[in-house]
């Protein structure tokens, strides 16, 4: 089992950043794949972005060019760096773990709203 605890999300202004971060403790693959997807009220949960443990990403095209994935295996950590954020992106944003024998792991959410 695979534990994950989000950080990082909040209140921002259109235009802003934040940086939201996951740490995963417990039974961690060597390889496996992280990402976050993110919930807004009345609609489903899609994916944002994903990080393999052998360096592939892949980004939502709503996002591409404003955030930015990143891993830090060291420390068993997946960041999302979002910058020029926009009212659209507001929702509730969950950290996910597949391990390389397909065991899913979720975090508890991190709410993320862009605000004037």
């Known amino acids: 089992q695979v534990q994950l605890v989000e950080s990082g999300g909040g209140l921002v202004q259109p235009g802003g950043s934040l940086r939201l971060s996951c740490a995963a403790s417990g039974s961690i693959f060597r390889i496996n794949s992280m990402g976050w997807y993110r919930q807004a009220p009345g609609k489903q949960r899609d994916v944002v972005a994903r990080?393999?443990?052998?360096?592939?990403?892949y980004y939502a095209d709503s996002v591409k060019g404003r955030f930015t994935i990143s891993r830090d295996d060291a420390k068993n950590t997946v960041y999302l760096q979002m910058n020029s954020l926009k009212p659209e992106d507001t929702a509730v944003y969950y950290c996910?773990?597949?391990?390389?024998?397909?065991?899913?792991?979720w975090g508890q959410g991190t709410q993320v709203t862009v605000s004037s």
């Open positions: 996910n773990y597949i391990s390389s024998n397909a065991r899913t792991s």
């Open positions: 990080i393999t443990s052998r360096g592939s990403i």
